[in-house]
């Protein structure tokens, strides 16, 4: 009998311990630390006196925060969702895209990839150890502005 239940045990165990193998754990960006990147960088544009809209978005593009100045153009809404989106999508900074298309060394084509894809510079995306966790999208501002922007509020991860 005893032998029989530590039997049954051991194969629980192992059962269990195979069942482990089969999920991978992979890191996320929750829905807190997308309103925190997005307040530090909110805060970022409004001492630099910039109207511009933020956007995070997780890893398959859906939208996590975003925060809008009153004043911003209506069109930054889209354009910062569209760069967060690009930025994760292709997992680098959308002006590095832009720069490469420019070079010739990415086709032009790229841009009707997807409807959501904007080569314009304030697009970044967000990696947590090497995997792309998602992307963060600044319009409203020139574009070394926005990507200054973006990277502000990105400084949090790293503390």
């Known amino acids: 009998m005893k032998n029989n239940i530590l039997l049954t045990l051991l194969l629980l165990m192992s059962t269990m311990i195979n069942a482990q193998e089969k999920f991978t754990q992979i890191p996320i960006l929750t829905g807190e630390t997308a309103l925190k990147i ?3 960088a909110a805060e970022q544009a409004q001492k630099d006196g910039l109207y511009v809209t933020i956007t995070i978005v997780d890893r398959s593009g859906q939208t996590l925060a975003v925060s ?3 004043n911003a153009g209506v069109h ?3 354009a910062s969702y569209k760069k967060a989106y690009t930025a ?3 997992k680098r900074e ?3 895209i832009a720069k490469e298309i420019k070079e010739g060394n990415i086709p032009e084509d790229i841009r009707f990839l997807d409807e959501n894809v904007l080569m314009m510079d304030g697009g970044i995306p ?3 150890n090497g995997i792309i966790v998602g992307g963060i999208g600044v319009g409203g501002a020139h574009g070394n502005e ?3 922007i973006a990277k502000a509020g990105l400084k949090i991860l790293s503390k």
């Open 38 to 40: 997005v307040q530090v």
């Open 68 to 70: 809008r100045h009153h």
């Open 76 to 78: 930054t809404i889209r």
């Open 88 to 90: 994760c999508s292709q």
């Open 94 to 96: 959308t002006a590095e």
């Open 126 to 128: 967000i990696f947590n």
């Open 146 to 148: 926005d990507v200054r």
